[in-house]
């Protein structure tokens, strides 16, 4: 049996006004939400709520959101980590409550167990936010990766009204940076973290990766990148300069020296 060559390279993932970058190997290359972001059309229903609220309202809800799943996440990620967080004082919000409520409801139900890293010798697992890249050029960060009844799971964790085509994409997309990665090949699942179930979640497993009808493959998510890119003249787009501040800032004073 031929020996699977691994795709290892460096990757720095960079936070810069608000939004994450990816060098690998020292190249930039876009993060799959952003491919995916700049290249799908709005689904109709965001259509229809931009329409009713306004632009400039819709605009603050939508960094308001965005805020919060993170939030969310990294609240995930410490119970994974750690097994508790502090939800009467960290987490006020009724909704947020039930959705973290909803995330132990999750673990309860399918026993999640961690999953082992590619190097047995090092005797490694991998952690919540693990970051892969693609030789295909984008680089994004799984919530996590496990096991689940023996077989390796990779689970994107959404916290939006719904699960759109976007979300089935990009999941894909990291099954196939993972699989390059590490040579594991894993089922996909999306856990979505709603306060409208009275559990808190619902799982969306591979017979729901499905667009259409059709199931969601690899190719599919090519596509769009390649669509991404010709909609950028035929290339990756550079990444906007880093604006660069002095630490500290001083007021200066009329008459006061330098």
């Not at 795709?7 to 690998?24: A, G, L, S, T």
């Not at 939508?62 to 987490?91: M, Y």
């Not at 009275?198 to 497993?205: A, E, F, P, Q």
Request: hydrophobic share 35%; proline share 6%.
């Amino acid at each position: 049996m031929r020996k699977t060559i691994l795709y290892q390279p460096v990757i720095i993932r960079k936070e810069y006004n608000d939004e994450h970058w990816y060098y690998i190997d020292n190249v930039f290359k876009p993060a799959v939400t952003k491919i995916l972001g700049e290249t799908l059309p709005m689904p109709d229903a965001l259509k229809n709520w931009l329409g009713d609220i306004g632009t400039e309202r819709a605009q603050q809800k939508l960094e308001s959101a965005g805020e919060r799943g993170t939030l969310i996440h990294e609240a995930c990620a410490k119970l994974i980590k750690e097994g508790k967080i502090n939800l009467l004082e960290d987490f006020p919000n009724r909704k947020d409550k039930k959705v973290l409520t909803g995330f132990v409801n999750f673990f309860a139900d399918y026993q999640p167990q961690p999953l082992e890293g590619y190097d047995k010798t090092e005797d490694k697992i991998f952690p919540p936010e693990f970051i892969v890249a693609s030789k295909r050029g984008y680089a994004g960060t799984i919530d996590y990766v496990c096991r689940i009844n023996g077989k390796p799971y990779i689970i994107d964790f959404k916290t939006s009204k719904g699960i759109y085509e976007s979300h089935k994409l990009q999941i894909i997309a990291y099954r196939q940076a993972f699989y390059e990665n590490t040579g594991i090949y894993c089922k996909v699942a999306l856990l979505h973290l709603t306060p409208l179930t009275k559990i808190g979640y619902s799982l969306h497993n591979e017979s729901k990766i499905t667009i259409k009808g059709k199931k969601v493959t690899i190719g599919d998510f090519l596509a769009v990148l390649n669509l991404y890119k010709r909609l950028n003249g035929g290339k990756i787009p550079e990444p906007p300069l880093e604006e660069q501040y002095p630490p500290i800032l001083y007021l200066k004073k009329q008459g006061q020296a330098v």
